[in-house]
Each structure stands twice: as structure tokens, then as C-alpha cells.
């Protein structure tokens, strides 16, 4: 196995709650970690052996393959990297025994006991809702683990928006992107449709910090340098989804030019939901 593994970090990974048998979807900051000295290889190998054998490492690592952006290019789960997900999350896009989901907008990553189960059929999938893979990590009990990152950067919160049953996953977060993405088949860009479920606008999403303090299910702690937040995805999805019920427009931004969170409060109104 590629790498090697940190002691102190795994230690840390431990003392935060980090167990054997997790299927552990993780958002990263490598420079958060403060170890100069390691490779990404070696905090890689140090998730994958505290989650061990039985266990599965997931991560984000999205490409936004959407037809309607310029000179986008065609997606390839073997060779295109992702965009703005972090050097750890394209460390394990190519370490030794990792898979790779067909999604062409939000793939993931995975090693491990359940990574086949997370990264099949996965070719069509509009977001990060349903038929996701983040919708069968919530099936799994996932943990998930920000480390030096905050929930603005927790992709298990849209699956929480899309199993609040709102009326709004359709709306994608720019219109102009379009509705199909393109993928590489036979060496051909091929333009294919995308199930109608995407993720909106994540920049208020710190607003569900306090909320899950106060019930108990976040807890937040420090592995190496970052500040860490730890949460069972089960837990929060039902009690974000919950709380979206009583209150839709809560994860909502309030930026002037935000297309999704405008145009996804206008059909809240017009449904008569706010």
C-alpha cells in the first residue's frame, strides 16, 4: 500500500472518534494539517488504515463536467482530475485499489470494503441527491470527518436538502450549465442527460453548526493542526431535513446575485411553502 502511516495523526483520527469498520466520507485541507514533512500519500494511508480492513474512505472529487460550460471537457473517471476538491481528494482519485464514480459532475473517490457499492451506476446522476453516492453513504451510517473545513464544505448537507422532500432539487445552481453533461465514450464526447436533482448554494450551510451542537450531533476536535467536526450522516441528513421542513428557506443565502437561492425562494412562494 502506497504511503506511510503518521502515528500521531492516526492517533488523533482515534481520539476524534475515527473507528474501524467506518465508511468515512472526508473534505480535507491538506495545508490545514500543518505536516510539511508528509506526503499526501501518507495522510491517505493513515484514513484508509484507521478506518481498516472492514472499513471505506470516501471523498468528494467533482469535475462539473456540465455541457453548458465553455471548453468544458469531456468527463473520464480514469483520467480527469477533479476541480477544486483538494490535493488529498485527488491523492486517493489515483491511489493503488481506489475506484471512482461514473458521476461526469460529482464523483467520488473510494477505497475500501464498500467502494464498489458507492462508485456503481453512478453514470447519470444529476447531483448529490438521490441515487447518489452520498445517498448510499446515508444508508451506510456513514461518519463524516471536515477536516480544517467547515460545513459550507459538507456535500452530505445536499443530499439532506434533496431527503427534505422540497420542492426545489431541480433547480440547478446555474442554469446556464444545463441539464446533460459530457463524457467520454470510445475516445467521442457524448452529450448525456442528468436525473433533474442538483445541488444548489452551499454558502450558508455554517448555519447548521449551532443547530447540531446543540442536539448533541456534531462534536469537534483536532487532528495534527485542523480543527476537525465529526457527525454521523444518518443523524444529521434526518434532523437537517427535519428542520428544513419548519423552516425552507433556512440554508438559503441572502447574496443579491445568488440564482439558485432567488429562484429556489420563488418557487417556495409560489407553492406556498413560505
Not at 101 to 126: I, M, Q, W
Not at 147 to 162: D, L
Not at 194 to 201: A, Q, S
Amino acid at each position: 500500500m502506497s504511503g506511510a502511516i503518521i502515528p500521531a495523526m492516526f492517533a488523533d483520527l482515534r481520539a476524534t472518534g475515527v473507528r474501524e469498520g467506518d465508511c468515512l466520507v472526508a473534505h480535507s485541507s491538506f495545508k490545514s494539517l500543518g505536516l510539511a514533512a508528509a506526503l499526501p500519500t501518507d495522510i491517505i494511508r493513515t484514513l484508509i488504515e484507521a478506518v481498516g480492513a472492514d472499513g471505506t474512505l470516501v471523498m468528494p472529487t467533482f469535475t462539473y463536467c456540465y455541457a453548458g460550460i465553455t471548453d468544458v471537457q469531456p468527463y473520464n473517471p480514469q483520467t480527469t482530475p477533479s476541480h477544486f476538491m483538494g490535493i488529498l481528494s485527488e491523492t486517493l482519485r489515483s491511489y493503488p485499489g481506489a475506484l471512482r464514480s461514473g458521476s461526469p459532475t460529482y464523483s467520488v473517490a473510494a477505497f475500501g470494503k464498500h467502494a464498489r457499492l458507492l462508485t456503481d451506476g453512478k453514470e447519470n446522476v444529476g447531483g448529490l441527491g438521490r441515487g447518489s453516492s452520498f445517498e448510499d453513504a446515508y444508508r451506510l451510517g456513514a461518519r463524516i470527518l471536515l477536516i480544517g473545513v467547515g460545513n459550507n464544505r459538507n456535500s452530505m448537507i445536499h443530499y439532506a436538502e434533496c431527503a427534505s422532500g422540497l420542492p426545489i432539487c431541480d433547480i440547478p445552481y446555474r442554469e446556464f450549465w444545463g441539464r446533460t453533461a459530457l463524457v467520454e465514450r470510445d475516445g467521442k464526447a457524448v452529450e448525456v442527460p442528468l436525473d433533474p436533482d442538483f445541488p444548489g448554494c452551499s454558502a450558508s450551510f455554517g448555519l447548521v453548526d449551532e443547530y447540531l451542537v446543540e442536539k448533541g450531533l456534531m462534536t469537534l476536535g483536532r487532528v495534527c493542526s485542523a480543527m476537525c467536526l465529526v457527525m454521523n450522516a444518518r443523524e444529521i441528513v434526518d434532523a437537517i431535513a427535519a428542520r428544513l421542513l419548519a423552516k425552507p428557506d433556512w440554508l438559503f443565502c441572502d447574496t443579491l446575485t445568488c440564482e439558485p437561492c432567488h429562484l429556489r425562494r420563488k418557487r417556495l412562494r409560489e407553492r406556498g411553502l413560505l
